[in-house]
């Protein structure tokens, strides 16, 4: 019975490593803002090398992340894309399922955009006003100290007089995208606590002021549009009354289209994200399994690509494409870290 157990065993382990040769190919998921970067250097990559060109999914940060912390194996992708940090209930969902070994690679920074079509004038906004205008309950006649009620604001122009006499109406990504997280949290939640007796809950009642401060509203003014940015600067175009909510590349591919919404006098520009002025701006990454390292080809120098000055630096061809550079000592740090596969850190 010994000997039995022991043969299938090593039936299984052979049967595993044989599948683990059998993928030649890197498999990629996660964030739709960093996936335009990714597919970039992916494809370089599969030109310069003798690897093939990875395989990648636009499915989400969440999304994404959910998958990669699925197991270990071929079944199982190799890197995710993320545009939020990934959190210490995911870092717990790897760890049940075998997932132990992860190299966190920080890449650089994007903004958040409203944007909206050209045909339309540009809108300047507060973050108060995109809180008064997106969350699911707001202070009563959008007074501080106001009771809690349901979004009563059905056009710009009934929050502030000088914004337009418009339906509210903003297309953006779903609750499975990083996107969104960064936008409740820099956004919403940003104008949230311009409100003093807002900001005063989180000591008093987190769990409620977290559901006040990044809960969007559901009643048809926040319009989730999928995981598709293209889509929504399609429909934009076709809606001059419509806002978008996307990552800066985005807005800086489609230029000639659409617009990007003044934040607290704020313009969305590489400069003013790259300083960090611009208020809804955040850090792009993405996660590698490090027991796929060297049982999947070309892992290693997939990062060591990504990584170089020729290609995330200030004149890399990613900044051509709106990829905002860490600083010069940051990218070094993190490429040595990266390329070291250092473990993640909390």
Known sequence: MIKKTLLLSAVASMAMAGSALARDQINI???STVFPFSTVVAERFGKTTNFKTPKIESTGSGGGLKLFCGGVGVQHPDITNASRRIKASEVELCAKNGVKG???VKIGF???VIANSKKAPRMELTLQQLFLALAKQVPE???DGGKLVDNPFKK???IDPSLPDTAIEVLGPPPTSGTRDAFNELAIEGGCETFSSLKAMKKTDGKKYKAVCRGIREDGAYVEAGENDNLIVQ????NPNAFGVFGYSFLDQNADKVQGSLIDKVEPTFENISAQTYPVSRTLFFYVKKAHVGQIAGI?????EF???STWGPEGYLADRGLIPLSDAERKRVREASISMADLAM
């Open 29 to 31: 998921v996660g964030s």
């Open 102 to 104: 992860i190299t966190e």
């Open 110 to 112: 994007d903004g958040i």
């Open 141 to 143: 006649g959008g007074k």
């Open 156 to 158: 710009w122009s009934e």
């Open 235 to 238: 429909k934009l175009e076709a």
């Open 300 to 304: 290693k120098e997939f990062v060591t």
């Open 307 to 309: 990584t170089k000055e």
